[in-house]
Every structure is written in C-alpha cells, then in structure tokens.
C-alpha cells in the first residue's frame, strides 16, 4: 500500500505541472472539463461508459468530494475485510480515506464530480483506456521534461520546492516499474460504469524484488466518479489481487449514495 500510495502521491504532484499536452492516454492527465467534454471516447469500453451516464443522469454536489470517509465507512471496510470495527485505523488525507488493519488496508479516494453525466463519462472512458508499457513510459518522460521545467522555473524565482535534476530519474524509474504496461478490465452491473485496474509493477531494491498489483476499482455515477482500493499486506515477491474485495467495497459505497 505505501509503494502505491508513494506512486499515486508523485503523479498527483506532476501531472499538474505536465499534463496539458500529454493526450487522452495518459493515467494521469490535468486536462480541465472543457477538454474532456471534447475529446474522443475510444473504444466499446468509451462508448459503454457513455451510454450507462446517460441512463443514469444522478447529479451530485460538489462538496461530496471533500467527505471520502462519508462515503466509505468503517463499517462498510470492517465487514469486506472480516474484521471488527474498532480493529481499523482510518485518517484522511488529500482528499482520500485511508483504512488500515493488521492485515491489510483500504482506501477510497479520486473523487470526481463534473458539471454534467456526459462530462463524467468522457473523462471516465478516456482515463481506462489500456496502455502499452512504451506509452506508460513516454508519458513518464513527458511528466519528468514538463516538471524538470517547471522546477528550474521555480528556482530561478527562489520558490523550487525540489531539485530539478532529481526529477528525471525517478519518472523514468516509476516508467521501468510499468514495463507491462496498464490494464483495465471492465465490471458489469457496477454503478454507470466500472473499471478494475489489474496493473501489475515490479521494481528491485536492494537486490530484492517487489511486485505489487494496482488492485483499484473506478466507478461512475452520473457526474461523479470515485476509485477504491483493497488488499492485504502480501509478501514482497507474492502481490496477489483482489477484485471480489474491491468489487464489494465499491458496491457499498454505490448502494448507500443518496
């Protein structure tokens, strides 16, 4: 989990300062709703999103993206995990609601909630398209030229908060860890639309090495889309995953919407 959350951390911190440019593909996009509303769906799985906000057409507010503990609950992670209430640990952080027990952890987090369904849909789609390990890769290259600029920017105005030689390296390492690229596989009867990420990485430290699964579920809902994770604290060399787990965890968070 905190290999996972170190990634999802960097990219939130990059992709700000690189995306514009770096096309639908990219996971990591900072495209603004203008630009989502008009790019392309591509793909069944772009259109299927589509056509299932469209029937859905639920509108939530805003403010549904600053209550992640709200809409998943210690009772809701207590009962997938077969664990009692009071053996969770739950914080919140940027936005995300972590749970934590001694065998594993939860999480639920990138709510987004759009001005319209077909908005909601468009990013959704465009966000779970497949990606070869060479496009994961030169989109890594893209957030590390992109940052590195911003960062030698910032130093020349005395507000750097890292050194721009540093950048570079760690995207291009992130890039190596998803040589197999990224992979959705699409969730039938799961709120508008669903997607489980079943991206493996593998990465070597120390001479040892470590492979983990994304073990991450998006889900839509009208205009709004949510992702949650569930695993437990498998061996380094051994990740497994675990989509009944975050299947279930999203339908309850689905079910008890208003």
């Known amino acids: 989990m905190i290999r996972r959350l170190a990634t999802l951390a960097l990219l939130a911190l990059l992709a700000p300062l690189a995306l514009a440019g770096c096309g639908d593909k990219s996971a990591a996009t900072g495209a603004g709703d203008e630009a989502e509303a008009g790019a392309e769906a591509a793909g069944e799985g772009a259109a299927a999103a589509v056509e299932g906000a469209a ?13 992640p503990c709200e809409l998943l609950t210690k009772a809701m992670v207590a009962k997938v995990a ?19 027990w ?16 077909e908005m909601a849909a468009t990013y959704f789609a465009n966000a779970h398209m497949d990606m070869s390990g060479e496009e994961v890769a030169a989109a890594f ?7 590195k600029k911003k960062l030698e920017e910032d130093a020349e105005d005395g507000e750097a908060k890292a050194a721009p030689e540093h950048v570079k390296p760690v995207t291009k390492a992130m890039g190596g860890a998803f040589a197999g690229g990224m992979q959705f596989e699409a969730v039938d009867g799961l709120g508008d639309a669903a997607f489980y990420e079943k991206t493996r990485t593998e990465t070597e430290l120390a001479g040892k090495k470590f492979v983990s699964y994304a073990n991450k579920l998006d889900v839509l809902v009208g205009n709004m889309s ?12 051994a990740a497994k995953m675990y989509k009944d787990e975050n299947v279930a965890l999203a339908r309850a968070v689905v079910d008890a919407l208003p």
């Not at 077969?82 to 934590?100: F, H």
């Open 141 to 147: 290259d893209k957030i590390g030229d992109e940052a």
């Open 226 to 237: 949510f992702g949650v994770t569930f695993s437990l604290n498998d061996e380094p060399d």
């Open 55 to 67: 029937a859905s057409a639920k509108i939530f507010d805003e403010e549904l993206r600053k209550k």
């Open 82 to 100: 077969g664990v009692g209430e009071d053996a969770l640990e739950v914080r919140e952080i940027s936005g995300m609601c972590l749970y934590e």
């Open 102 to 117: 001694e065998a594993g952890n939860a999480s639920l987090g990138f709510v987004r909630v759009k001005k319209s369904a």
